[in-house]
T-cell receptor, first 110, second 112 residues
Framework: AQSVTQLDSQVPVFEEAPVELRCNYS??????LFWYVQYPNQGLQLLLK??????LVKGINGFEAEFNKSQTSFHLRKPSVHISDTAEYFC????????FGPGTSLSVIP | NAGVTQTPKFQVLKTGQSMTLQCAQD?????MSWYRQDPGMGLRLIHY???????DQGEVPNGYNVSRSTTEDFPLRLLSAAPSQTSVYFC???????????FGPGTRLTVT
């Protein structure tokens, strides 16, 4: 069975500060990992994905994530956030059956 | 291209009523999934399909039925609505080997 844990339900951060959103997973099969973003009243869109290869993955809008197999983690980072990054962020694991975490609400404070 | 469309956008049902949430895609994606989104619980997978004629259960399938007779459509049926099914429902599609899901705009369902 696959599962995803996002320990931080809410993360407030000042504009231009760095941010890390944490994600831990469990999977008994090959690991496919994703981060999705949901802006208010919209559907989800893909930020980045890890399928294989380099453990550091770069995505859209300046976000990146690092796959750590020994710690079963896939944390999302951005060195300097903007007001427009305020959104809900979801970590997910799976291939054809994709399981999502509970989400982290990122609030960027001016 | 319309992408992934969902109808209706909003729906209010009384307990015990049945209804079908529609999902259609014009991207010729093989995989389709239904999720429900509830506050603090993220998205939970209800049912998914890897192609026409093939469906399987997700994390929370009870109270919902699906079928996939064509590549384009993947309707979700609520057999007898309950207040616990009040939620926002998202349909998603995925092309085999692409590993990126495309989401519809969602259907907000309230069961009273």
């Amino acid at each position: 069975a696959q599962s995803v844990t996002q320990l931080d339900s809410q993360v407030p951060v000042f504009e231009e500060a760095p941010v890390e959103l944490r994600c831990n997973y469990s999977s008994s099969v090959s690991v496919y990992l994703f981060w999705y973003v949901q802006y208010p009243n919209q559907g989800l869109q893909l930020l980045l994905k890890y399928l294989s290869g380099s453990t550091l993955v770069k995505g859209i809008n300046g976000f990146e994530a690092e796959f750590n197999k020994s710690q079963t983690s896939f944390h999302l980072r951005k060195p300097s956030v903007h007001i427009s990054d305020t959104a809900e962020y979801f970590c997910a694991v799976g291939r054809d059956k994709v399981i999502f975490g509970p989400g982290t609400s990122l609030s960027v404070i001016p | 291209n319309a992408g992934v469309t969902q109808t209706p956008k909003f729906q209010v049902l009384k307990t015990g009523q049945s209804m079908t949430l529609q999902c259609a895609q014009d991207m010729n994606h093989e995989y389709m999934s239904w999720y429900r989104q509830d506050p603090g619980m993220g998205l939970r997978l209800i049912h998914y399909s890897v192609g026409a004629g093939i469906t399987d259960q997700g994390e929370v399938p009870n109270g919902y039925n699906v079928s996939r007779s064509t590549t384009e459509d993947f309707p979700l049926r609520l057999l007898s609505a309950a207040p616990s099914q009040t939620s926002v429902y998202f349909c998603a599609t995925q092309r085999v080997g692409a590993y990126e899901q495309y989401f519809g705009p969602g259907t907000r369902l309230t069961v009273t």
